[in-house]
């Protein structure tokens, strides 16, 4: 375990390392929603399939038509395929009795280039769906051709309108000229040579106008021509396989999504540290050993060896603890219950050799009456029953840190304590309470036993400038009472050893 010292720079609003190590510890939660989508996914598809669906493609010819065009007049002829004439006029072909507004809820337009328009028509069956996209391409291209014809026809009147316009002005011209007189005074010919510019003019703009007459009659036919259908209608052929696997993605990835986000949210609202750091930093202790949770299931085979390697470290550790302590020490759980009461009896195993041992159990449940136990373990003695039955050798007392605790309790299975928390059970307000109600009971923390931690945290969990931390020492307490009235003793401190090239004590 590193022993570096840690940063005292303010700790950030959201630490990512932390929330990045909770939402990967609540992989139960965003896998099972994974899990939940990608079966609901695949039923819906199963259970859902899409309804009886044709398409059709039609080649729409525009006379603003421009290879820069973004897209503006294919936009306008989706809108006005969903129209309800053009909706009427589908159902007057298909001589059917519904509604253009209920029909319009059945198909939709997508403009798949500047140029061509896609649509799409689903109905009760395919032959129904193939007759109605049809009939509603027919009716999308009889409509634009008529548009087109209208304003073609439109644009030529107004063409020609004004170059009958021209011709009335150059009759009246051609009068005036005729009426004078080759004779006339200079001034008189000013006004004639003027007339015949004049003439001139409307000649040319009588000839343009009809010259753009023509152009705008002869344009509509090739509008007519290049609007057309070029895929025919056909009906769309569903495959289930396939539906059912893109359902399944689709609801995986949302699954997935919706997992990581409650996970996130939940790590960040509940508050719950779970790095080494983190929680030897809330307590005021150090992190003196690591177990995984003791599973009341059978450990499979390749985990075997590393638990056992694990549990035999942390029971050494402890049974040195409470060799070196003049004061019976306790075992106070959060979290984990059973893991406490595995620990606790491990560690009165270790020290039988030394003499007889008795746990003191004042657990909330029966965990470790449950537990089993073999030939020649110590005696096991519940808390009310602690006082009234004789003692016999050393004592480890069993209990819990929970909420709902009776703190004034504590005192009786030890007077100095190793707290056993699970990664991720309490909040930082409960460890900050945890740790101050053990500091207003005189009742030091010499360390404290991670259960769970996340194989991938790389914290650390020591702290060199806490009182009474990762067992660096007896723990130097204030002079109390004994039962005759006089001042109790206790073992004298050891100064603080020195670490070799280093500035720091190790306390």
Known sequence: MSTTTE???????????????????????????ALVGFLVGAALAVLRPPPPTAVTKVLVAHKADQPNDTGTLIRTDVELLSTTRIAGKALEALKSSEKPEDFMGTYQGTGVTNNLLQIQVTADTDAQAV???????????????????DSAKAEAEALLDQRDRMRDEL???????????????????????????RRAELTSRIADFDQRAEEARVGTPQLVAGTQIVDAARAVQHSLPRAAATGAVIGLVLGLVLGLALA?????????PVLRREIAGNLGASVIGELGRVSRRPVVPWRRRRVRAERTRVTATLARAVRGSSEPVSLLELGCAHTAGAIALDVAR???????????????????????????????????QAESVPRQGRRIGVGSVAPGTAWTDLRFLGTQTVLVVQAGHGSTAWLHTVARQLADLGIPVIGVVLVDPDPRDRTDGTLWDGLHTALRGPFKRPARQNGSGQPRTERPSVPAARVPNSDQEAR
């Open 7 to 33: 940063s005292s720079a303010a700790a950030p609003l959201v630490d990512l390392r932390a929330l990045l190590v909770a939402v990967r510890r609540r992989r139960r939660l965003w896998s099972s929603l």
């Open 264 to 272: 996130a949210v939940g790590t960040v609202v509940a508050d719950r």
């Open 171 to 197: 009759v009246r011209v051609n009068k005036s000229i005729g009426n004078r007189s080759p004779d006339s005074d200079p001034k008189s010919s000013a006004s004639i040579e003027s007339l015949f510019s």
């Open 350 to 384: 270790a020290l039988a050799a030394d003499g007889a041992v008795e746990i003191v159990d004042g657990l909330p449940g029966p965990q470790l009456t449950n537990l089993r136990k073999e030939p020649g373990d110590p005696d096991v003695v519940s808390g009310e």
């Open 131 to 149: 007759a109605r996209a049809r009939a509603l391409a027919e009716a999308f291209v009889a409509d634009h051709v008529r548009r087109m014809r």
